[in-house]
C-alpha cells in the first residue's frame, strides 16, 4: 500500500542532523496550497509530511518550496529548513519523511514559498518510544465529500486533541 501511495508522489527523506540555511530559490513563484498540510506515520524517531503546492498565478511544472520544522510554533528555532520541489507529472505534491526525530516530541511545519507565500502551520507528534508507558490515541481519516457529511468527526478530534491534558 506504501509503495502504491508513494508512486505518484515525490518523496524525500530528510534528516534534522543536517539543519540548512536553505533560501528560496530566485526563480521561486507565489504558491496556494489549496489542500493545506497533513502529517501521517508516526514512528518513535520519524514522521510523513505531505503538501499540495500549485503556482498562485499561471503554471509552471518545476515548483520550488521550501519546508521548515521546528519545536516552537512560531518557528524561532529551526530544527530543520530544506529545498524541496515537486512538478506536475506528481501533480505537486510533497512527501518528505523526515527522520532522526526524538520520540514523543510535538513538532510545528510548514512550506514557503515566494513573497511570502506559505501553507498552514502543521502539528505532528513522533510515536512513544517502545517500551514507553504513555496512552496513545489514533484517529484515521480519508478523503471526504462536503455533499455527503458535515465533518462532524473532524470537530470531534479536533475538540479532543485542545482538550488534551498536556
Request: hydrophobic residues 40%.
Amino acid at each position: 500500500l506504501l509503495e502504491l501511495m508513494s508512486s505518484s508522489t515525490f518523496f524525500l527523506t530528510v534528516a534534522p542532523g543536517n539543519v540548512l540555511t536553505a533560501e528560496l530559490p530566485a526563480q521561486l513563484s507565489s504558491l496556494d496550497f489549496p489542500r493545506g498540510v497533513a502529517s501521517g506515520d508516526p514512528q518513535p524517531e520519524a514522521v510523513m509530511l505531505w503538501t499540495r503546492a500549485v503556482p498562485a498565478t499561471g503554471s509552471g511544472n518545476d515548483i520550488r518550496l521550501l519546508l521548515q520544522i521546528s519545536t516552537d510554533s512560531n518557528f524561532a528555532s529551526l530544527l530543520l529548513q530544506e529545498a524541496l520541489h515537486t512538478s506536475a507529472d506528481s501533480d505537486n505534491t510533497v512527501r518528505a519523511y523526515i527522520d532522526g526525530l526524538t520520540p514523543d516530541t510535538i513538532y510545528y511545519y510548514r512550506y514557503l514559498g515566494a513573497d511570502r507565500s506559505a501553507s498552514r502551520t502543521g502539528r505532528t507528534r513522533t510515536a512513544p518510544a517502545p517500551g514507553q508507558a504513555r496512552k496513545v490515541k489514533l484517529a484515521f481519516v480519508s478523503c471526504q465529500n462536503y455533499e455527503q457529511a458535515f465533518y462532524g468527526s473532524w470537530a470531534r478530534m479536533l475538540q479532543d486533541d485542545r482538550t488534551a491534558p498536556e
